[in-house]
């Protein structure tokens, strides 16, 4: 896993394009903390959330929280927002940080994904054997949809989606503006970053009262025999 922007090819710009691209989806998340996860966290700003405290973990000397991103040290529904900036696509083991990401914040909490696109000119890189070693081609390249049904399997809404940084991060002049905008224009999928905000879930346990009333009491005048199984049955006079 890269352990700072500079350590990804285009890194500096992939960095502003996706603090920019945070913005909107970084004011929709509430409360009083917002968790950073993984090395390239330490450093992005997320300052847009109107959540009081921000901290980073990583196992970095630098975090907030030393720790693997995997094996968090907190509480079940500890924090209120989730950062993940290109984690899963380094991830050892991508489902085991959804889950924890998913545990750590609470009901109708918000997690924000950034990845590297797989239907985007980045891929052109795993194309060259000597670029497959670098940063970001090392990753896995998880799709948008992929990363949609881990998380929608753990009961998660995809609240909005979007692709920044239209470019191969080859050579040395990713931001090019007219590729921007028209990739912006024409195909808004193809962005090399996608970002994905997603709110937790989750059903109450409601206890579900019968709906069904008691049967009305019989009253039988011409028997004065045994009753009917499983009902009560209150016998007349007879003569």
């Known amino acids: 896993m890269p352990l700072s922007w ?16 945070m913005v909107p989806m970084l004011e929709r998340m509430f409360g009083y903390y917002l968790i950073r996860l993984g090395p390239l966290a330490d450093k992005l700003d997320t300052s847009a ?26 509480a079940e529904n500890a924090v209120d927002g989730c950062v993940l900036p290109l984690c899963l696509d380094f991830c050892a083991d991508p489902h085991q ?48 949809g992929r990363i949609a049904d881990w998380f929608q399997l753990l009961g998660c809404d995809i609240v909005s989606t979007q692709t920044v940084a239209f470019s191969s991060l080859l050579g040395q002049n990713a931001a090019n503006q007219k590729l921007q905008e028209l990739g ?48 009560h049955i209150e016998t007349g006079n007879s003569n």
Do not use: C
């Open 6 to 21: 500079p350590d990804i090819a285009q890194g500096t710009w992939l960095q502003s394009q996706i603090e920019q691209a």
């Open 49 to 74: 959330s109107p959540i009081k405290r921000h901290l980073s973990a990583s196992s970095l000397l630098t975090a907030d929280i030393r720790t693997q991103e995997t094996d968090l040290p907190l």
């Open 97 to 144: 940080l959804v889950r924890e990401a998913h545990r750590v914040v609470i009901a109708d909490g918000h997690i924000l994904v950034a990845g590297i696109n797989p239907f985007s000119l980045a891929l052109v890189g795993k194309l060259w054997p000597s670029w497959r070693k670098r940063h970001p081609w090392q990753g896995r390249f998880f799709s948008q």
């Open 184 to 231: 912006g224009r024409y195909m808004p999928w193809a962005g090399s970053v996608y970002l994905m905000l997603i709110k937790k879930r989750e059903v109450p346990l409601t206890l579900i009262r019968p709906t069904w009333k008691a049967a009305n009491r019989i009253k039988v005048g011409s028997f004065t025999g045994a009753g009917v199984a499983g009902r």
